[in-house]
């Protein structure tokens, strides 16, 4: 794969043992020289284009290391990613923006990468195995470079730093019986046990300055810088330096403290001193904690931009539950309105069941007694019976029958009507409707029915092509007196069950 680099990427050739964070300047993943074979396409970074270290993926699809893709946020506005523009120059989406907010840990690509064979890489180590254990190993490598512990300023393979303090480091010479001063070169012929060194080290700091100063104004007296001398003084001081930057010095010094203590040129050495090693050293630890508090700073900015984005998100998350509530009532009013619908039609279908296409419709009443007492009550004055039709696409009708009586028959008879419906055939018919209704309420036991015929009347409103759902009710307000209804002589009226029949027949 062609290597594209961005402004400022870090080459290929980067070194292996470290390792970056989304605070480094210059961010990117694991070289690809770590692999024991080639990584498939799917494991490189669109930024770096190595090993994904900590993968993000995008809206877009493409991964990028996280260090990459903080390091892009960061270092430019609006960053589109460029994987989609060299797919797609022309066309630039939202995308195709990255944003660290919108991105989200690809667990599944991690973890293949984790798993993925590596080797060591540092010259003369064959260690191998996966990426997950290759920090844990450099951490040990016994090839890796690494500087001295006794602060002498060299580097040496770890396995060697051993060898190194016991026979090389100018900060750590010891001898097989006794330890000697670290300070024995410059003057001072101090012998003992570990502990006594450190302890006399520790109590002799007046003495060993003086030592230092001594040598270092022999060392000036001494210098020519165009004589062979030269070499041998620098390495010399280069040695002194690193003692010196090996004491511990206390808190606060007083020049007082060690008065025989040589003066140069109208200023005390011990300030002169400080001057030319602890002053710097100050300044470069200052210098260290201003990175400290730089770092810490945007931090805290990219934690208050994230504190912001999550309120944002917030606030759209919150309108996406309102939106979805409206949604919901909006749903369950649909639902709503849906259930009416079928109740309707399940009703309708059930009087399509019972209706009858021959103009004769036997109606059964049941609970008369509940439904008279209803009735007189006035809670329900009327009933109707299902609708039925002359033909099959003849004239809709139906019956009304009023308990208590209804006009004239108000209170002492029973009053049954006959009501035309609009049907849907009304446009096919003729009007008005001109009919003979029989009314006859069946005899439940020897057959002495109650029959009542008339005639319509065309110039009646009753008779007319229906405007509105029903017309009028026309027929007989006088059906059958309620004595009559409760007398033993008839049964009418069977186990509280009353049977109406009505037939229609052409008078044309």
């Known amino acids: 794969m062609a290597e594209r680099r961005s402004s400022g ?215 020519d810088p165009a004589g062979s001398g030269a070499d041998s003084c620098f390495k010399a001081a280069k040695a002194l330096n690193g003692i010196f930057l090996s004491l511990q010095l206390p808190p606060a010094l007083d020049v007082n403290s060690f008065p025989g203590l040589p003066l140069y040129e109208g200023e005390s050495s011990w300030q002169a001193l400080l001057r030319g090693r602890v002053v710097p050293l100050l300044d470069s630890k200052l210098r260290v904690f201003e990175n400290i508090v730089s770092v810490l700073s945007k931090e805290m900015d990219a934690s208050r931009q994230k504190i912001a984005a999550f309120r944002g998100q917030r606030g759209l998350d919150q309108d996406t539950i309102r939106g979805l509530e409206l949604k919901i009532a909006d749903l369950q009013r649909c639902l709503a309105q849906k259930e009416v619908a079928l109740s309707r039609l399940q009703q309708k279908l059930l009087l399509s069941a019972e209706a009858t296409y021959n103009g004769i419709f036997l109606w059964k009443i049941t609970d008369v007694h509940q439904k008279c007492y209803e009735a007189v009550s006035g809670k329900v004055c009327s009933l109707q019976s299902p609708a039925f039709y002359t033909a099959r696409y003849g004239y809709k009708l139906c019956m009304r029958l009023y308990l208590n009586g209804e006009g004239r028959g108000k209170g002492t008879h029973m009053s049954l009507f006959l009501v035309l419906l609009r049907g849907e055939y009304d446009t096919l018919l003729q009007w008005p409707f001109a009919y003979k209704i029989t009314f006859v309420l069946l005899d439940q036991n020897n057959g002495d029915h109650l029959t009542n015929t008339f005639l319509t009347d065309p110039s009646s409103a009753s008779s007319q092509r229906p405007v509105t759902d029903m017309n009028e009710a026309s027929g007989c307000a006088r059906f059958l007196s309620l004595a009559k209804l409760q007398s033993l002589k008839y049964t009418y009226l069977k186990d509280g069950t009353l049977f109406l029949k009505c037939i229609a027949e052409s008078s044309l």
Request: proline share 5%; net charge neutral.
């Open 9 to 223: 990427s870090r080459p290929a050739s980067a070194d292996v043992s470290s390792f970056p964070d989304a605070a480094n300047e210059v961010p990117s993943g694991y070289p690809l020289s770590l692999c024991l074979a080639a990584p498939e396409p799917k494991y490189l970074c669109s930024h770096c284009e190595r090993v994904l270290r900590t993968a993000l993926q995008t809206l877009c699809g493409h991964r990028y290391c996280k260090a990459c893709l903080a390091w892009l946020v960061r270092n430019h506005k609006n960053p589109v990613c460029q994987s989609c523009k060299e797919e797609d120059p022309d066309n630039v989406d939202e995308e195709m923006l990255l944003s660290i907010e919108k991105a989200f840990s690809d667990a599944a690509i991690n973890k293949e990468i984790s798993e993925l064979s590596v080797h060591c890489v540092v010259p003369g180590c064959t260690w191998t195995g996966i990426m997950e254990a290759l920090e844990g190993h450099q951490s040990t490598c016994e090839y890796t470079q690494i500087p001295c512990h006794a602060g002498c300023g060299q580097e040496v393979m770890r396995k060697k730093l051993a060898e190194h303090l016991r026979q090389e480091c100018t900060l750590s010479a010891t001898s097989t019986d006794k330890d000697i001063c670290r300070f024995s070169r410059i003057g001072c012929s101090f012998k003992g046990s570990r502990k006594e060194r450190q302890e006399h080290e520790k109590n002799t700091l007046g003495t060993h300055l003086v030592l230092l100063l001594q040598h270092a104004r022999q060392l000036k007296g001494n210098l």
